[in-house]
């Protein structure tokens, strides 16, 4: 099941960086971001609500918590950049360079979060690289 939501998460996403290109015309990025960043919260906590999920709030701990924020701080810190790049670059060069945060997530993951990293994953982070860099240049 994980794999159906991982097709649908990159079709999405494929969605997110087109309807992004053509909404930020002629508006500033970061407001096109809090706007974006409004609407996933709203339609996250309506999820929330309607699978019941709000009840386990009282039970994340402290560590969770940080690390949410964290990673929430990050998130925006990424969307603000990518809007800004989606403004004044081409989606075909800026998505590319973006998607390069797989690379990084591997080795992130083996670094910091001691994951394997094999073979496979080395020449799938070359290729990547590689196919950004086709992309892009």
Avoid at 7 to 35: E, M, P, Q, Y
Wanted: aromatic share 10%.
């Amino acid at each position: 099941m994980w794999f159906v939501f991982a097709i649908l998460s990159s079709v999405f996403a494929a969605f997110t960086s087109i309807l992004a290109k053509v909404g930020i015309d002629g508006v500033n990025s970061n407001l096109a971001t809090a706007i974006r960043t409004l609407v996933v919260l709203i339609m996250a906590w309506v999820i929330v609500f309607i699978t019941g999920a709000q009840e386990g709030i009282s039970s994340i701990n402290r560590r969770s918590w940080i690390f949410l924020i964290l990673s929430g701080l990050a998130t925006g810190a990424s969307w603000l950049c990518y809007y800004r790049a989606l403004q004044i670059g081409e989606v075909s060069k800026v998505v590319p360079i973006d998607k390069l945060s797989v690379v990084i997530t591997l080795i992130l993951a083996f670094v910091l979060l001691h994951e394997p990293f094999t073979y496979k994953s080395a020449i799938g982070a070359v290729l990547i690289t590689a196919g950004t860099l086709v992309m892009v240049l």
